[in-house]
Nanobody, 114 residues
Framework: QVQLVESGGGLVQAGGSLRLSCAAS????????MGWYRQAPGNQRELVAVITSGGITNYADYVKGRFTISRDAAKNTVSLQMNSLKPEDTAVYYC????????WGQGTQVTVSS
């Protein structure tokens, strides 16, 4: 069982930046992929960004050019740098890690005010 703990959410004005971090309880290279999903009230959970164990990254169209996913193997963390935030980015952001099973963090709230 992999434990994932997110941090870094909060309230920011439109155009601002936030950085989310996800700390894993074991080596991030033990997971095939890690990334971030988000869920706004009344909406389904949607993919934001992913990074594979090989370092390949992929982003949802609605965050391309604004969000950057990265990893720090020494700290077993994956981070999401979010720039040029928009009110529609408001959601609970969930870190996930995938092997045969998908593991989820508890979520962190990001609120972008207009």
């Amino acid at each position: 069982q992999v434990q994932l703990v997110e941090s870094g959410g909060g309230l920011v004005q439109a155009g601002g930046s936030l950085r989310l971090s996800c700390a894993a309880s074991e080596s991030i290279f033990s997971l095939n992929a890690m990334g971030w999903y988000r869920q706004a009230p009344g909406n389904q959970r949607e993919l934001v960004a992913v990074i594979t164990s090989g370092g390949i990254t992929n982003y949802a169209d609605y965050v391309k050019g604004r969000f950057t996913i990265s990893r720090d193997a020494a700290k077993n963390t994956v981070s999401l740098q979010m720039n040029s935030l928009k009110p529609e980015d408001t959601a609970v952001y969930y870190c996930y890690g995938q092997r045969r099973t998908v593991y989820w963090g508890q979520g962190t709230q990001v609120t972008v005010s207009s």
